[in-house]
């Protein structure tokens, strides 16, 4: 018999529900992002911490785990956390305990770890059976007045306990310790910044609260990394990531050039970018090492202790120390970028990405409103405490009748407050006294503290009626961190230093990234591609697949650039190192740049942006354009010369001279002076010879006082003076005249 498939107590499947699954998975969807949202990825704008640090604190808080304190076992903290707060995995809550204490993870540590609590090399922390740890000042800061009704609480996820929404955050924790965290359809990333610079803005807003984005950024230049380094961004992008709440910082390694003597050196990094793992740095940078990709590059050690000291040894003393770290930041970590995107929860309900003036003034009225709730709280405690000290100085006025009514009366409770007109707690008061308070000492000390605390209560009520007075009690408490966190404190002084990025020849830059190395660049009739190792001699041992065979071939070195000029007219450039070894018949063309199919290989040649360049077409058009304008940085390619089928480009040789010869496939020859021919950067060009039918056959520039010379199929040189070459001289776009004797039936000066 099989299985039934109504449910149990089911007899007609009546208690089956169907459900569209659309509106199902939306539904659900939506309830999982916005708790992800909610209460796990994003930071509360006012305490600057997510529900699990929340927690971890407030545990630690119940624990006494405070500075002067001793430290308890982190298994003892995780388990309180997750049996009491966060119903999540272990391993989580102490990975975000681990964090809080790494002081090169976080700016300001809100946990003072004792044991193995991970290092800057990437290695994890010990297990949290062998760790211990506890609050530091920064902690209690943010937990301060905690216990004086300043905050709402709510009741934890199975309703046993409670727990705070948000904690009152005497600290700038957001902005100072930073925070990231991805949600769902949504990120956050915020650096640290320096504490006293933010109390500086902060205090800056109670005074001027219309202050704009330039003048905030004069107090806080940009955030303020704990593991140092020095940002290359200018003031004017900073500012721009602070007025929209993203953006990004470039941040590289701190360095110094250290002389070894004999006119050796070595450079020192001592600061390495924010979140960078020093042992991947080093392997990876390694790694290009072996690759050959940093030829200025000869060793890399890693020499640190407690503090970090990269030593980087140079090829040779000739290297230039500052080309050699802009090959490593252009390559590796030793330049990261840190990204800012300011999405919080404002008022632990919203999430929005918000300008840094607007978290600052998100945070000063969370710390003006724990400022009333914590006045409003004193104020309660201290009505209390007077409405019993009435009660007290009532009974030592009537000391003898109140004692009687105790020993007497049946219900000294009632007579007493029917008697002197006290309330029910000034009756309780008065009935639990001990015998020992009675001394006549005791009302001198009452009437001092009835006086004491009469002041204090007319205080916190022309507090709680002054807006003006709460504001300046706020910056009064933010002016006591400011001077606890100061920059001439250990912990206070700025790490990250800001200074701008040499500025190199990127060619200089692209050079020292490759080995120097000599090779021979070959291209194939059929354009297929290869650089082989070394500088040949001899190209007719060079082997070709069936049907295929030598176009051209030429000298060059690794940091050189090709440049191929195809018959439509375009311009790629190819690094040499981007070519395929020797070994086979390397690539065909159109896997290295996106050639079109009706196209080919016009001329190959290494690039030099000094020269400048003759491009002409079949037909008889051309123009000069410079070299450096015809690099081309895409596979695509720099269409410099515009032909239309069926005529095609057809010549392209390098200006050497003061006047160009030309001659047509009809073996008619033409000389005139180069100036005639416009230099452009692109386009189709002027007529340089006249043709009734073929086109050019070739084009040479030359300078007149040396004549003009070619070479015939046997090798044989011949030239023409300047007074010879008179009858083919003419304006340019004429028909020319029939070569001179000798001149070869290929139609080629050469």
Same mark, same amino acid.
């Given at each position: ?5 109504i ?13 569209d699954?659309?509106?199902a998975l939306?539904?659900?969807y939506l309830?999982?992002a ?9 930071? *509360?704008?006012?305490d600057g911490?997510?529900p ?5 604190m ?15 076992k ?7 956390v ?15 305990l681990?964090?809080?204490s790494?002081?090169f993870?976080?700016?300001y ?14 290695d994890n ?30 009741p934890?996820?199975?309703?046993? #306990? ?12 957001l ?5 990231s ?19 500086d803005?902060?205090l ?7 202050a704009?984005? #330039?003048?905030?950024v ?26 929209t709440?993203r953006?990004?910082f ?21 600061e390495?970018p ?8 080093i392997e990876k ?5 072996l690759a ?5 590059l000869?060793?890399? %050690?890693?020499?640190?202790?407690? *503090? ?11 290297v ?18 840190i990204?800012?995107n300011?999405n919080v ?6 999430? &929005? ?6 978290v ?10 724990v400022?009333?709730? %914590? ?14 000290l ?5 009974a ?9 009514i ?10 007493l ?14 009935? &639990?006294?001990r ?6 000492l005791? /009302? ?16 916190? /009520? ?6 003006e007075?709460?504001w ?25 230093s800001?200074g701008?990025a040499p ?26 591609? %290869? ?17 295929d ?6 000298h ?18 190819i690094?040499?190192?981007? !070519?395929?070894?020797?070994?086979g ?10 050639? /079109?199919?009706?196209?080919d ?6 690039h030099d942006?000094?020269?400048? !360049? ?6 008889? &058009?051309?123009?000069v354009?410079?070299e ?11 269409q410099?010369?515009?032909?239309k ?5 057809s010549?392209?040789i ?11 496939k009809n ?9 005639e021919?416009?230099?452009? &950067? ?15 056959? #070739? ?6 006082? *040396?004549? !003009?010379?070619?070479? *015939? ?15 083919w001289q ?7 005249r029939m070569?001179p ?10």
């Amino acid at each position: 018999m099989g299985k039934s498939v109504i449910p149990p107590g089911s007899d007609d499947g009546n208690q089956i529900e169907t459900v569209d699954l659309k509106s199902a998975l939306e539904e659900r969807y939506l309830s999982y992002a916005l708790s992800t949202i909610m209460h796990r990825a994003l930071p *509360d704008v006012r305490d600057g911490l997510k529900p699990v640090h929340r927690r971890i604190m407030h545990a630690m808080r119940l624990l006494r785990l405070n500075p002067d304190q001793s430290f308890a076992k982190c298994a003892r903290i995780v388990g309180d956390v997750m049996g009491k707060f966060h119903p999540h995995g272990d391993q989580a809550i102490y990975d975000a305990l681990v964090r809080l204490s790494q002081d090169f993870a976080v700016r300001y540590p809100l946990v003072d770890g004792q044991g193995n609590f991970g290092n800057i090399d990437g290695d994890n922390a010990a297990a949290m059976r062998y760790t211990e740890a506890r609050m530091t000042d920064v902690a209690t800061l943010l937990l301060e007045g905690i216990t004086e009704d300043a905050v709402d609480f709510r009741p934890t996820y199975n309703d046993e #306990d409670e727990e705070p929404a948000v904690l009152p955050g005497a600290f700038p924790n957001l902005l100072a310790n930073g925070s990231s965290g991805i949600a769902v359809g949504m990120a956050t990333s915020i650096p640290p910044h320096n504490a006293a610079e933010l109390c500086d803005a902060a205090l800056h807003l109670i005074k001027y609260p219309a202050a704009g984005i #330039d003048k905030l950024v004069q107090m806080i230049p940009g955030p303020d990394f704990p593991t140092g380094g020095i940002i290359v961004d200018d003031k004017a992008s900073i500012t721009e990531t602070y007025r929209t709440g993203r953006g990004a910082f470039r941040v590289r390694a701190r360095w110094e050039k250290e002389d070894l003597g004999r006119g050796t050196w070595a450079v020192v990094v001592t600061e390495i970018p924010y979140q960078v793992q020093k042992a991947r740095l080093i392997e990876k940078t390694a790694e290009l090492l072996l690759a050959k990709k940093l030829p200025l590059l000869d060793d890399i %050690r890693d020499e640190s202790a407690e *503090d970090i000291r990269v030593v980087l040894v140079p090829k040779s003393r000739s290297v230039d120390p500052e080309l050699l770290m802009e090959s490593l930041f252009k390559l590796t970590e030793f330049e990261s970028r840190i990204s800012l995107n300011m999405n919080v929860l404002s008022r632990g309900r919203v999430p &929005n990405v918000l300008p840094i003036g607007d978290v600052l003034k998100q945070w000063l009225e969370h710390r003006k409103e724990v400022l009333v709730r %914590r006045s409003k709280h004193r104020l309660s405690a201290i009505e209390r405490r007077l409405e019993i000290l009435g009660g007290y100085l009532v009974a030592y006025l009537n000391i003898d009748e109140v004692i009687r009514i105790i020993r007497e009366e049946d219900e000294p409770k009632q007579v007493l407050m029917q008697t002197y007109d006290l309330t029910d707690n000034q009756a309780e008061a008065i009935l &639990n006294m001990r015998l020992r308070s009675l001394r006549k000492l005791e /009302e001198f000390e009452i009437r001092k503290e009835f006086d004491a605390l009469s002041a204090e209560k007319a205080e916190i /009520e022309i507090l709680l009626g002054s807006e003006e007075l709460q504001w300046k009690t706020v910056a009064w408490q933010i002016a006591e961190v400011r001077k606890n966190y100061g920059p001439d404190t250990d912990i206070g002084r700025r790490r990250t230093s800001f200074g701008e990025a040499p500025t190199h020849d990127l060619a200089d830059i692209h050079h020292a990234m490759i080995e120097r190395e000599p090779v021979t660049v070959v291209v194939s009739e059929k354009g297929w591609l %290869r650089a082989m190792k070394g500088h040949l001699a001899d190209f007719s041992s060079l082997a070709f697949k069936e049907g295929d065979s030598l176009k051209t071939a030429f000298h060059a070195v690794t940091t050189d650039k090709i440049l191929l000029f195809t018959t439509g007219g375009k311009f790629y450039t190819i690094g040499v190192e981007r !070519l395929p070894g020797g070994r086979g018949h390397g690539e065909p063309v159109r896997i290295v740049v996106d050639m /079109e199919n009706d196209q080919d290989i016009l001329k190959a040649f290494i690039h030099d942006p000094e020269r400048k !360049l003759l491009l002409a077409s079949h037909s008889g &058009n051309g123009f000069v354009v410079p070299e450096r304008e015809v690099a081309a940085n895409t596979r695509k390619g720099r269409q410099v010369m515009n032909v239309k089928a069926p005529d095609e480009a057809s010549c392209c040789i390098a200006v050497d001279g003061d006047h160009v010869a030309v001659v047509g496939k009809n073996r008619k020859l033409l000389v005139f002076p180069l100036s005639e021919v416009p230099e452009l &950067n692109r386009g189709k060009g002027v007529r340089l010879q006249k043709y009734k039918d073929g086109g050019i056959s #070739d084009i040479k520039t030359f300078a007149m006082a *040396d004549g !003009l010379s070619w070479e *015939d199929s046997a090798g044989r040189t011949f030239a023409k003076g300047a007074g010879e070459l008179s009858e083919w001289q003419g304006a340019r776009a004429a028909a020319g005249r029939m070569v001179p004797k000798g001149f070869p039936r290929s139609g080629k000066f050469s």
